[in-house]
């Protein structure tokens, strides 16, 4: 359930099987052209009218961040080479898309979709056309930036329209789409939005529930390892979070702690480390580490559901759950003044 396959190591078979070559791009040719400097990542130039504006500026810089790279004109003035991608070195191309992922992080659900997805879609066109690299590297971006647990863009709801573009680009064999589909089952579960998986757990009693049946208008559900260095140090800084302490306090949120390796002697150890005003639980059959369920991919992982048990955050760092939850707790302060 923890298992990262990588990229790269997908794309090491296309490259055995000779498809992931420098193949040029079909745009190129024209001769009576200034070469384009190259080296340099162009810049998204957001228009002076909208400068002003933070949101406008942060919606035209994620609708049109590759505008400029993938240009007729600069596509045209390149000169082809192996060891650049399209002008840029891989090291240049890969800080560049985590400045993509970062500029859409800043946007709406949908503007963000909608931009990842004709990247996908126009990479996938030219592999098609032969000149593979480009969705080779943004493969491999998107996995490490928005896959991977241990990144702070972590996010399903962007990797999905990768994902599919993969498993549409006809440049691609089957064996290697084939190794991504396990991805695409981890995505879709519990996508945010939709109603969360129900699970079963128990109290250091043993008294068994069902999570739909807590009542609170959010609950984070806060899957933690006893042994777990990193969940030790996320339970000290939710311990002494602020807007965690006010909205529990409040009565608006509730926390489940809850072990996926069921009942050990250390979770019985641990649980005078946990506030007494958290359920502090056990999975009592195991489901939870199948990974059939719930996408738990590092731990801890954190999820928080709305009072209908809809998914809110999905597998969150604690600093993008802490990020949420300030914004909640202010918008609750401000409700009861």
Known sequence: MKRLLSAALALSVLAAVGIFVFAGCK?????????????????????????SNKTLAAEYAARHYWDEFLSQDRLLRLTPD???????????????????????????????????TRLTERASKMAE???TPLLSRIMQCAESTLFDAHSPYLNDELYLPVLEGIGSCR?????????????VAL???????????????????????????IEAEYLMIFFNDPDCPNCKAALEELKKSDPVINLVGM???????????????????????FPSDWIYAYDPSGELNQGTIYSLRTSPSIYLLDEDKRVVLKDASLTHALR???SLAEHYVLVHE
């Open 324 to 326: 949420v939850l300030a």
């Open 27 to 51: 745009c190129s040719g024209s001769t009576d052209r200034t070469p384009y400097q190259t080296n340099i990542f162009p810049q998204v130039k957001v228009p002076v009218t909208m400068a």
């Open 251 to 273: 009565g608006v949120m509730k926390v489940l702690a809850v072990s996926p390796d069921g009942k050990t002697q250390l979770w019985d150890e641990r649980k005078a480390d």
């Open 82 to 116: 192996t060891s650049t991608l399209l002008g840029v070195s891989p090291q240049i191309f890969d800080e560049a898309f985590t400045g993509y992922v970062a500029a859409l992080s800043a946007v709406d659900d949908t503007i963000a979709k909608t931009s990842i």
């Open 129 to 131: 056309d032969g000149y």
């Open 187 to 213: 995505c879709n579960k519990n996508r945010v939005g939709t109603t969360a998986a129900d699970f079963r757990y128990a109290t250091a009693w043993g008294r068994q529930f069902n999570m739909h049946s």
């Open 171 to 183: 440049a691609i064999p089957n064996n290697v789409k084939d190794s991504f589909r396990w991805q």
